[in-house]
């Protein structure tokens, strides 16, 4: 059984940090990448970081420079560190992981809150 939990979001002043974590199990194989993406208050859900599973990572340009992605295999975490945090970086992170066979699966999401 596929489990994606996700920890970390806070409320946070601009310009501070956070690192949010998403423990997984039952995946083991044949994935194609994992990564967070954001869904900030009446708006869609993107893409802010993936790792591939050639270990690249890619990131969208609002928060190039800032977050950084990682995995630790050891412990079944994924990582997203999260520095010099804007107000419009406010959103509920979501965890995802996609196999190689098309299929996805989600976490349930950690609230990330910044104030000016």
């Known amino acids: 059984q596929v489990r994606l939990v996700e920890s970390g979001g806070d409320l946070v002043q601009a310009g501070g940090s956070l690192r949010l974590s998403c423990a997984y199990s039952g995946i083991f194989f044949s994935v194609a990448a994992m990564g967070w993406y954001r869904q900030a208050p009446g708006k869609q859900r993107d893409l802010v970081a993936v790792?591939?599973?050639?270990?690249?990572?890619n990131y969208a340009d609002s928060v190039k420079g800032r977050f950084t992605v990682s995995k630790d295999n050891t412990k079944n975490t994924l990582y997203l560190q999260m520095n010099s945090l804007k107000v419009e970086d406010t959103g509920v992170y979501y965890c995802?992981?996609?196999?190689?066979?098309?299929?996805?699966?989600w976490g349930q999401g950690t609230a990330v809150s910044v104030s000016s």
């Open positions: 995802k992981v996609e196999r190689r066979s098309g299929s996805a699966y």
């Open positions: 790792i591939n599973s050639d270990s690249t990572a």
